[in-house]
């Protein structure tokens, strides 16, 4: 076995064909027997020929791998195409590539028979990523063998690794109670009105349908640029903020319960984005991104998502709610371990509407962990369960018998 730049020889069986060779001609030699001259000799020519004519065979061969995209999302099927190249002296060579992307190995005998001559061929592969996050994928390499496979070489691909980012997936929020989405249309679930809350203007933006008249910017339309609304500083103020929280107490929790999470916030900020626009803290951020229903922010919060992991214990902190403390919107806290406290800061005096969602696997009795508050359930996502903080308290007199779930 040797090794020359990025090429790697296997020549093992080569080695054993040829002492083979000089066994049978030694014999002959010694004992005079003639006839084992022939064999003796043919079997050292192959020995030796086998891996001069692989080596040569792979000399300017390559394998190159080529993504359809940069960015995927969790299990979306991703497609790629590796691009072989043989050299000009590869005449009856076996091509086969090794692909790290696939596991597989790929047998191009056919593609790249010396009967059809073809000097490059293109293998489709197809595969998906279960794990979000920023993957590093190692380029394929090429392996060149003689029809016998007594010798061959590996030949590492001159392209550099590649890097994809896969993307946590959304889905869908199921609402459990009927005013739960229509909660979020307004500031902390009231009746605000859009004229009181406003106070200053922040903008332009396009028309949306619904919008009173008395916020068209009558000017634009004048000049002739359609209609144009006046976005108010007080629309991002009442817009729901959705915080994650990947604080981890506990060394030994399991990476499913933090993609959970993360997959919890994706689903409920692009869902609370379209309904009209939230706010979307991440861990050690200071302060929130703000994405609208045009999602003009969302790809590279989408990004910031996926490379989210566990912070250590020595060094968790608490999410920076501080800038957010005087909001009029619902604050929604997606904790991947939540702790007791949570729910005592999520309703301190002066906030809005508090909703805590959870993984399902890291509940006790139905509850978040340490929780003795009867909670109602609101929503369920992503393998996350969302409850409203606060109930028992808000609804003892009007509902004593309330379901804790």
Not at 264 to 279: E, M, Q
Not at 384 to 399: D, K, M, P, Q, S
Request: overall charge positive; hydrophobic content about 45%; glycine content about 10%.
């Amino acid at each position: 076995m040797g090794s020359v730049g990025g090429s790697r020889m296997l020549a093992r069986r080569a080695i054993a064909v040829a002492l083979s060779g000089c066994a049978l001609v030694l014999i002959a030699f010694v004992f005079d027997a003639a006839p084992l001259f022939v064999p003796g000799v043919a079997l050292l020519l192959i020995g030796l020929l086998a891996p001069a004519s692989v080596w040569a065979c792979a000399r300017g061969s390559d394998a190159q791998r080529q993504l359809s995209a940069e960015r995927i999302v969790e299990e979306e099927p991703l497609e790629a195409s590796i691009e072989v190249s043989r050299g000009r002296l590869a005449g009856w060579g076996r091509f086969e590539v090794i692909d790290p992307f696939t596991s597989s190995r790929l047998d191009l005998a056919g593609p790249l028979s010396p009967l059809r001559g073809d000097r490059q061929a293109s293998v489709r592969v197809v595969t998906h990523f279960s794990r979000r996050g920023l993957h590093s994928l190692a380029p394929p390499s090429l392996v060149v063998s003689d029809p016998l496979e007594l010798a061959r070489v590996e030949t590492q691909s001159s392209a550099p690794g590649q890097k994809l980012l896969v993307l946590p997936r959304t889905e869908a929020v199921r609402w459990l109670t009927s005013d739960g989405a229509r909660r979020f249309d307004r500031p902390d679930g009231g009746a605000r009105s859009e004229a009181q809350a406003a106070v200053d203007m922040d903008g332009l933006r396009p028309y949306r349908v619904g919008t009173p008249a008395s916020r068209i910017h009558w000017p634009a339309v004048a000049r002739g640029h359609g209609l144009i609304e006046r976005r108010l500083q007080a629309d991002g103020n009442s817009q729901p903020l959705v915080v994650l929280d990947a604080r981890n107490p506990d060394p030994d929790a399991p990476p499913a319960l933090l993609d959970a999470a993360v997959r919890a916030a994706a689903s409920l900020a692009l869902d609370l984005a379209r309904r009209g626009g939230c706010g979307l803290l991440l861990p050690g951020e200071q302060r929130a991104t703000a994405i609208d229903r045009e999602l003009l922010r969302w790809p590279a919060a989408h990004a910031r998502l996926a490379m989210v992991t566990w912070d250590p214990p020595t060094q968790a902190r608490a999410p920076n709610l501080g800038p957010a403390a005087g909001r009029l919107g619902a604050t929604i806290y997606v904790a991947a371990a939540p702790t007791a406290r949570l729910g005592a800061v999520l309703t301190a005096p002066g906030r809005g509407l508090s909703l805590l969602v959870v993984p399902i696997a890291a509940l006790a009795d139905g509850r978040p962990g340490g929780m003795r508050e009867r909670l109602l359930a609101t929503l369920d996502v992503s393998g996350c369960r969302g409850f409203r903080l606060g109930v028992a308290r808000e609804r003892r007199r009007a509902a004593p018998e309330t379901s804790a779930i």
